[in-house]
């Protein structure tokens, strides 16, 4: 079994692939502010309990040896995105409002940054129960 492979470390991933692109959509509707006709979108929240059941099936064990167990690894999914007009729509069409985007913004970073902290520190006591520096 390899390390990366750990339910608790590929739902970090999983979290952190939606992080990432959360914050591409984000960053697409701060520069499309003065858009006329820009509607702001966000992506939909992910659902807990559903990636927790996909953590626990999408591990399904396979044995080729009576020794030896091999796990196939979950793949990730592109994630849905949805349109969230912040405001009432200005007189060009635009609904994007700069001040809570960037609140989202400096919110997916900080979720972001603690789940990379989380697999990093994961990965180290890992390292450290099996004995690697």
């Known amino acids: 079994m390899d390390l990366p492979d750990v339910p608790l470390l590929s739902m970090l991933r999983e979290r952190m692939n939606w992080l990432h692109q959360r914050q591409d959509v984000l960053s697409q509707n701060v520069a499309n502010a ?38 196939t690894p979950s793949h990730a999914t592109k994630f849905d995105d949805q349109e969230t007009p912040d405001q009432e729509a200005s007189p060009n069409g635009n609904s994007v409002a700069l001040e809570a985007e960037m609140v989202k913004v400096s919110d997916t970073q900080s979720q972001f940054q603690a789940a990379a902290n989380l697999y990093a520190k994961t990965m180290s006591m890992m390292k450290m129960a099996i004995g690697q520096p």
């Open 34 to 71: 003065d858009t006329p006709g820009f509607v702001a979108r966000d992506l939909k929240p992910l659902d807990f309990e559903q990636a927790l059941s996909q953590s626990g099936n999408a591990a399904t064990l396979v044995t080729t040896n009576t020794r030896h167990i091999a796990i």
